[in-house]
């Protein structure tokens, strides 16, 4: 029958049992319950339901499918340790390997209590076979051999059904008899089993134990008996070893080194119980004791040598043993003396700055200097500078750099502290060039204008003197700040080149300054001559450091002072523009000035 059909069958079914309701007809419910249902009083009285059984699930009259219990998850159904089943209708439970019911049957529905625990292995006779030893664990077991095995193709502990591991008894095989005894009894030769010594003919026992033991790992332990023969033990020759000995009979050599010199090389246990000693004599072959430059022997014998440096000298690394070799050849020590040298030398100064100095000591071993160093000024009595500085090193060349002040006599030490030992040196700095001076540059359109130094009052300040140059300004100009300083008034220019129009000595400038340019009066012995009108002037300050016949200086741009035909000047200044720049140039510690179309511009390059 098709699809249709069907279909068409079950709608007419409907209407049929619609019409038989709608007439009051009772319609039997128990009659369509489906095969896998039961049918049941509904609670409420009101009539019969279908129900699907136990194990099934479904509407109860047209379908009760199989349920599958075991879907979620043997643990959370079963319990742990086990594996869930499916069965039409229901399902049942089994424990995994190493584990068993509790209620000792092969299959089980927990809904009694019934779980899975573990299986104790153990409690089977001979499960890990002979001389094995097991040991129960959660859901399996191991073994271990018993005291008295060892394990066979495998290591402890092993599982007897994985692999081929088993126990096997311990066999230390025939024992051996040590020098001079010999064999009487022996119980076995597995564990435990005892082994009984005696001397051998022609002996005597003289200490430890007779017997042995077949231990666990399989070897035997002892004897430890000392055997001698009747002459006692075998007798010594210096410098020789025993070629061969029975019990009466000793053959000597002489060692690698030393060869024969004379005597008998056989010693004899005579009839009184006593050796008659070899008379071997063994020397040396390797020949005079070697020589170490800077060194003396402190020991030797005929085939080793201990040597040691002489006064004056001490080692420096290598070995102080020579040794005579197989091939009659020294094997000559390495030590190496070196001559005993101050622990600083070479000292001195590199650039009026660094202290650098040599050290001697051994190449790993660290040291601590301190150096102490201490200034004075012959033209300052009240001036001093005293500093000190650690320096920690493994070097032999050494450099300390230090802030040393100019025109200063130093007197520096540095001493070694480990080794107590302090170098000393003295130095004199030189004349450094002094800082530019701190001024206000300013601009003027008066002929005496009044300029304002600043100098800080630092007591170590190396300028000694100020000069005041007068430069007229007349197009592209140079002024050399390096040019020699005069103080001979008899040397002033006074003409369209630049002049010296005053000299002040830094004794009497207090910590600022103020200064007329053309004041008309005389400064340091120069004369302050008035500034024509109608000119155009510079005005440069330069700061000199005089000490003996060494001079340094730095000059800067004091001011610029401008005429009273100003106007009709810059007029001209401008046309000259077009074509090049006005600038002023000093040289030395210099400065540039130029001037633009709308403003005046000063520039100072870094010093």
Same mark, same amino acid.
């Given at each position: 029958?098709?699809?249709?059909?069907?279909?068409?069958?079950?709608?007419?079914?409907?209407?049929?049992?619609?019409?038989?309701?709608?007439?009051?007809?009772?319609?039997?419910?128990?009659?369509? %319950? +489906?095969?896998?249902?039961?049918?049941?009083?509904?609670?409420?009285?009101?009539?019969?339901?279908? =129900?699907?059984?136990?194990?099934?699930?479904? =509407?109860?009259?047209?379908?009760?499918?199989?349920?599958?219990?075991?879907?979620?998850?043997?643990?959370?159904?079963?319990?742990?340790?086990?594996?869930?089943?499916?069965?039409?209708?229901?399902?049942?439970?089994?424990?995994?390997?190493?584990?068993?019911?509790?209620?000792?049957?092969?299959?089980?529905?927990?809904?009694?209590?019934?779980?899975?625990?573990?299986?104790?292995?153990?409690?089977?006779?001979?499960?890990?076979?002979?001389? /094995?030893?097991?040991?129960?664990?959660?859901?399996? !077991?191991?073994?271990?051999?018993?005291?008295?095995?060892?394990?066979?193709?495998?290591?402890?502990?092993?599982?007897?059904?994985?692999?081929?591991?088993?126990?096997?008894?311990?066999?230390?095989?025939?024992?051996?008899?040590?020098?001079?005894?010999?064999?009487?009894?022996?119980?076995?030769?597995?564990? @435990?089993?005892?082994?009984?010594?005696?001397?051998?003919?022609?002996?005597?026992?003289?200490?430890?134990?007779?017997?042995?033991?077949?231990?666990?790992?399989?070897?035997?332990?002892?004897?430890?008996?000392?055997?001698?023969?009747?002459?006692?033990?075998?007798?010594?020759?210096?410098?020789?070893?025993?070629?061969? +000995? @029975?019990?009466?009979?000793?053959?000597?050599?002489?060692?690698?080194?030393?060869?024969?010199?004379?005597?008998?090389?056989?010693?004899?246990?005579?009839?009184?119980?006593?050796?008659?000693?070899?008379?071997?004599?063994?020397?040396?072959? %390797?020949?005079?004791?070697?020589?170490?430059?800077?060194?003396?022997?402190?020991?030797? #014998?005929?085939?080793?040598?201990?040597?040691?440096?002489?006064?004056?000298?001490?080692?420096?690394?290598?070995?102080?043993?020579?040794? $005579? /070799?197989?091939?009659?050849?020294?094997?000559?020590?390495?030590?190496?003396?070196?001559?005993?040298?101050?622990?600083?030398?070479?000292?001195?100064?590199?650039?009026?700055?660094?202290?650098?100095?040599?050290?001697?000591?051994?190449?790993?071993?660290?040291?601590?200097?301190?150096?102490?160093?201490? /200034?004075?000024?012959?033209?300052?009595?009240? !001036?001093?500078?005293?500093?000190?500085?650690?320096?920690?090193?493994?070097?032999?060349?050494?450099?300390?750099?230090? @802030?040393?002040?100019?025109?200063?006599?130093?007197?520096?030490?540095?001493?070694?502290?480990?080794?107590?030992?302090?170098?000393?040196?003295?130095?004199?700095?030189?004349?450094?060039?002094?800082?530019?001076?701190?001024?206000?540059?300013?601009?003027?359109?008066?002929?005496?204008?009044?300029?304002?130094?600043?100098?800080?009052?630092?007591?170590?300040?190396?300028?000694?003197?100020?000069?005041?140059?007068?430069?007229?300004?007349?197009?592209?100009?140079? !002024?050399? $700040?390096?040019?020699?300083?005069?103080?001979?008034?008899?040397?002033?220019?006074?003409?369209?080149?630049?002049?010296?129009?005053?000299?002040?000595?830094?004794?009497?400038?207090?910590?600022?300054? #103020?200064?007329?340019?053309?004041?008309?009066?005389? +400064?340091?012995?120069?004369? #302050?001559?008035?500034?024509?009108?109608?000119?155009?002037?510079?005005?440069?300050?330069?700061?000199?450091?005089?000490?003996?016949?060494?001079?340094?200086?730095?000059?800067?741009?004091?001011?610029?002072?401008?005429?009273?035909?100003?106007?009709?000047?810059?007029?001209?200044? !401008?046309?000259?523009?077009?074509?090049?720049?006005?600038?002023?140039?000093?040289?030395?510690?210099?400065?540039?000035?130029?001037?633009?179309?709308?403003?005046?511009?000063? +520039?100072?390059?870094?010093?």
């Amino acid at each position: 029958m098709d699809k249709k059909n069907r279909t068409m069958i079950v709608v007419f079914l409907f209407c049929v049992i619609a019409d038989m309701l709608a007439e009051g007809q009772a319609l039997d419910v128990c009659a369509t %319950c +489906h095969a896998n249902a039961t049918c049941e009083d509904k609670s409420d009285g009101s009539g019969k339901v279908c =129900n699907c059984k136990y194990g099934f699930v479904g =509407n109860g009259r047209t379908y009760c499918q199989d349920k599958d219990e075991c879907q979620i998850g043997s643990s959370k159904i079963c319990g742990q340790h086990t594996t869930c089943h499916n069965t039409y209708g229901s399902y049942y439970c089994t424990c995994l390997a190493g584990y068993r019911p509790s209620n000792n049957m092969a299959f089980f529905i927990p809904n009694d209590g019934t779980h899975c625990q573990d299986t104790d292995e153990c409690s089977i006779t001979g499960i890990c076979g002979d001389g /094995g030893q097991c040991r129960n664990l959660e859901g399996s !077991f191991d073994c271990s051999c018993q005291l008295g095995y060892q394990v066979q193709n495998g290591t402890e502990p092993f599982h007897p059904h994985h692999g081929k591991a088993s126990c096997k008894v311990v066999d230390c095989g025939q024992p051996t008899s040590v020098e001079d005894t010999v064999l009487l009894s022996v119980t076995g030769t597995t564990y @435990n089993s005892v082994a009984i010594f005696a001397c051998d003919e022609g002996f005597v026992w003289r200490s430890g134990n007779h017997s042995s033991v077949c231990g666990a790992d399989g070897l035997w332990r002892g004897p430890s008996m000392i055997c001698e023969a009747k002459c006692g033990p075998v007798p010594f020759l210096s410098n020789s070893e025993v070629v061969w +000995h @029975n019990r009466s009979i000793v053959i000597h050599r002489c060692v690698d080194g030393y060869h024969s010199w004379r005597g008998s090389n056989v010693s004899v246990c005579g009839s009184s119980g006593l050796w008659q000693k070899a008379t071997l004599r063994c020397i040396a072959k %390797c020949g005079p004791v070697p020589f170490l430059s800077n060194s003396e022997v402190v020991w030797h #014998n005929r085939s080793i040598v201990i040597h040691r440096c002489v006064d004056g000298y001490h080692s420096w690394r290598g070995s102080n043993v020579s040794v $005579c /070799g197989s091939s009659g050849l020294w094997q000559k020590a390495t030590l190496r003396c070196i001559e005993i040298k101050p622990p600083i030398s070479d000292l001195f100064v590199i650039n009026e700055k660094c202290l650098h100095w040599t050290a001697e000591k051994y190449e790993e071993d660290t040291e601590v200097y301190k150096v102490t160093y201490t /200034g004075s000024r012959d033209y300052q009595r009240s !001036f001093g500078d005293k500093r000190k500085r650690f320096l920690s090193s493994k070097a032999d060349q050494l450099e300390l750099c230090l @802030n040393l002040l100019p025109v200063t006599n130093y007197s520096i030490s540095v001493t070694a502290v480990t080794a107590r030992f302090t170098a000393t040196i003295t130095t004199n700095t030189s004349l450094a060039v002094p800082p530019a001076p701190v001024v206000y540059y300013r601009e003027f359109e008066t002929p005496v204008p009044t300029l304002r130094l600043h100098r800080s009052p630092n007591t170590l300040d190396p300028i000694s003197l100020y000069q005041v140059f007068v430069i007229p300004v007349e197009g592209i100009m140079i !002024f050399d $700040c390096s040019s020699p300083v005069s103080s001979d008034t008899s040397s002033q220019i006074k003409s369209s080149s630049e002049y010296i129009t005053a000299q002040i000595d830094v004794r009497h400038v207090e910590t600022e300054i #103020n200064f007329t340019v053309g004041d008309g009066l005389y +400064h340091g012995g120069f004369f #302050n001559a008035p500034l024509e009108n109608g000119r155009n002037y510079y005005i440069i300050l330069r700061a000199v450091s005089q000490w003996k016949t060494d001079l340094k200086s730095s000059c800067v741009l004091w001011a610029k002072v401008r005429g009273t035909s100003y106007v009709l000047r810059v007029s001209s200044l !401008f046309a000259a523009a077009s074509v090049g720049l006005v600038a002023l140039v000093i040289l030395g510690r210099y400065s540039f000035i130029w001037y633009g179309r709308q403003q005046n511009t000063v +520039h100072y390059p870094p010093r």
